[in-house]
């Protein structure tokens, strides 16, 4: 037997956060790889809808500027497709990881020199 679910109602005028992603990366893309409308794939939907179930819209949208700003040739020969976004996600949180400061950089130094063997 054939169930069949029924899909869930979106708002009038409010856009899926996973097209709300799509709709930045082609802004971005305009904007630092060509002036025209990039080709979408069912990989950079489903690479931006996996994205969003993760970590949410408004997360993903942000770090869209610093997939843009990656220096990999790779990428950039690419056009910086949206269907690697999640390859370089790890990448994205590195940058955007605040410097410790004050006793935490101490004790983060103090960590490193016991690794290292330094006294």
């Known amino acids: 037997m054939l169930t069949v679910v029924a899909p869930t109602p979106v708002k009038a005028g409010a856009a899926a956060p996973a097209q709300r ?4 990366w082609v802004e971005l893309f305009r904007a630092h790889v060509a002036d025209e409308r990039p080709v979408l794939t069912g990989k950079d939907a489903a690479a931006a ?3 969003v179930d993760l970590v949410g819209a408004d997360l993903v949208i942000a770090r869209l500027p610093m997939f843009f700003a990656l220096n990999d040739p790779y ?7 949206l269907a690697l976004l999640p390859a370089a996600w790890n ?3 590195v940058l ?5 400061v004050g006793d935490e950089a101490e004790r983060t130094l103090a960590y490193v020199r016991r690794l290292r063997g330094v006294r």
Do not use: F
């Open 75 to 81: 990428l950039r020969a690419q056009g910086y497709p």
């Open 96 to 100: 955007t990881v605040p410097e410790p």
């Open 21 to 24: 992603v799509i709709a930045r």
């Open 91 to 93: 990448r994205l949180i």
């Open 49 to 51: 809808k996996h994205l």
